[in-house]
């Protein structure tokens, strides 16, 4: 499968634990973006990584929040504290964007947290 | 503020009905346009997108949408559409850069048999 994966499906976790989820992009995509996706509503710009560079993050981002993509490849979304507010579906998508043109977004299946 | 509106949240439509979702945005700059398609169980699939040029595109599945500029809008339709299109549709807008999409609340088509 040459897909966005994302890992894992589902998470479960009590108020207070940390949680890391994974993203592994197409590999030819060199964006990388998160977003979270709550019920009745669109999906909701997180972050964006160009390579291996952060180049935007969302006020939804709080400083619990972090993200990273070392080296370019997979990336990895951690939240620290969790929250009951955190439940929600984590979007990961890659695009390939080349001299400017931009070809859309494939989606990973997403990450399912739920904080009890 | 930036947005995008989609209009209605669910639709019924029976098989061979034909669709139109509405899609209104609020963005400066020249944009590129989408939409996106979740079938039930599954993850969103991009059903088609404008950058420039022809106002009017044609995506998978007999899926079309038309860009109108003055009107801020770029629905969808489908002249005709089958029980597989069943799912959740969203229209979604980003900048020529393609850094952060925005996108609507989505809209929840039920098509009965």
């Known amino acids: 499968d040459t897909g966005v994966s994302q890992d894992p499906r589902h998470k479960i976790t009590k108020r207070g634990q940390n949680v890391t989820f994974r993203c592994d992009p197409i590999?030819?995509?060199?964006?990388l973006y998160w977003y979270r996706q709550t019920l009745g509503q669109g999906p909701e710009f997180l972050t964006y990584f160009q390579n291996e560079a952060q180049l935007e993050k969302s006020r939804l981002l709080s400083d619990r929040f972090s993200a990273e993509r070392p080296k370019g490849s997979f990336s990895t979304l951690e939240i620290q504290r969790t929250e009951q507010g955190d439940s929600a579906m984590y979007l990961c998508a890659s695009s390939l964007v080349l001299q400017g043109n931009y070809y859309g977004y494939t989606f990973g299946s997403g990450t399912r947290l739920t904080v009890v | 503020a930036q947005s995008v509106s989609q209009h209605n949240h669910h639709v019924i439509l029976s098989e061979a009905a034909s669709l139109e979702l509405g899609c209104n945005y609020s963005y400066g700059g020249t944009v590129n346009l989408f939409w996106y398609v979740q079938y039930p169980g599954q993850h969103l699939q991009l059903l088609l997108k404008?950058?420039?040029?022809?106002?009017l595109v044609k995506g998978i599945k007999g899926f079309e949408a038309e860009f109108i500029k003055s009107k801020f809008s770029f629905n969808l339709r489908k002249p005709s559409v089958q029980w597989s299109d069943t799912a959740e549709y969203f229209c979604?807008?980003?900048?020529?850069?393609?850094?952060?999409?925005?996108f609507g609340a989505g809209t929840r088509l039920f098509v009965k048999a």
């Open positions: 404008y950058f420039s040029g022809d106002p």
């Open positions: 979604a807008v980003t900048n020529t850069g393609g850094f952060k999409t925005i």
């Open positions: 590999s030819e995509h060199n964006r």
